[in-house]
């Protein structure tokens, strides 16, 4: 049962453009949820996170828009660069901080 | 500083061979976190301890699958007798500090280590 859904398994945005990623989750336990970014041969690194208890956090180029309605998050990257092509996972936690990942989304930013 | 570092990189094991992979976590932090990444999947959870204490196994896939923080810094995960489903990359991830319950301690990852079994 995946409790943390990644639709999309690949994204291809123009530079410069905006880069939108899609989340979705069915446990309403999570609190607390991430974004990581994934370069192949490296470990994941943490971009982006929001509690629960808030709709949007924003971070330099990066947003993070909640809504737990329809539990559902998204990430937005603007405007988009070539160094932001990477693989994007979305997790999720409650309480205890064990992750929950998704199956990730290739970006891939054209030049 | 020093992130969080494993070994082997990769290691290419005979089906029923026993392996041991190691990660060094980042200097001071409390919690330490394994996941299993299989190909085209995103990691999954296998164990977590705060300090040596190991709090919850409960993703560990089966009793071939061990793993020991004896001092609260070093982890190893032993994996005995492998199968081929054991091959994928095994990550440890480690956090200043343990459960609050009421915020969130970011998780540093390390690279990984691709085990692959014949």
């Known amino acids: 049962d995946q409790q943390v859904k990644q639709n999309s398994p690949s994204l291809s945005v123009q530079e410069g453009r905006i880069s939108i990623l899609n989340c979705d989750y069915t446990?309403?336990?999570?609190?607390?949820f991430l974004w990581y970014k994934k370069y192949p041969a490296e470990g994941p690194t943490f971009l982006i996170s929001?509690?629960?208890?808030?709709d949007k956090n924003e971070d330099g180029r990066f947003t993070v828009f909640l809504n737990k309605s329809a539990k559902h998050l998204s990430l937005h990257i603007v405007p988009s660069q070539p160094g932001d092509s990477a693989v994007y996972f979305c997790?999720?936690?409650?309480?205890?901080?064990?992750?929950?990942f998704g199956t990730g989304t290739r970006l891939t930013i054209i030049p | 500083g020093a992130g969080v570092s494993q070994s082997p990189r990769y290691k290419v094991a005979k089906r029923g061979q026993d392996v041991a992979l190691r990660c060094d976590p980042i200097?001071?932090?409390?919690?330490l976190f394994w996941y299993q990444q299989a190909l085209g999947q995103g990691p999954e959870f296998l164990t977590y301890f705060q300090n040596e204490a190991q709090l919850d196994k409960s993703g560990l896939p089966s009793d071939r699958f061990f793993a020991e923080r004896p001092e609260g810094s070093v982890s190893t995960l032993k994996i005995q007798r492998t199968q081929q489903e054991d091959s994928a990359v095994y990550l440890c991830?480690?956090?200043?500090?343990?459960?609050?319950?009421?915020?969130?301690?970011?998780?540093?990852f390390g690279p990984g280590t691709r085990l692959t079994v014949l």
């Open positions: 929001i509690s629960s208890i808030k």
């Open positions: 200097s001071g932090h409390v919690s």
């Open positions: 991830a480690s956090s200043p500090a343990g459960a609050s319950g009421r915020s969130y301690n970011e998780q540093f």
């Open positions: 446990n309403s336990m999570f609190d607390y």
């Open positions: 997790a999720a936690t409650f309480g205890n901080e064990k992750l929950t």
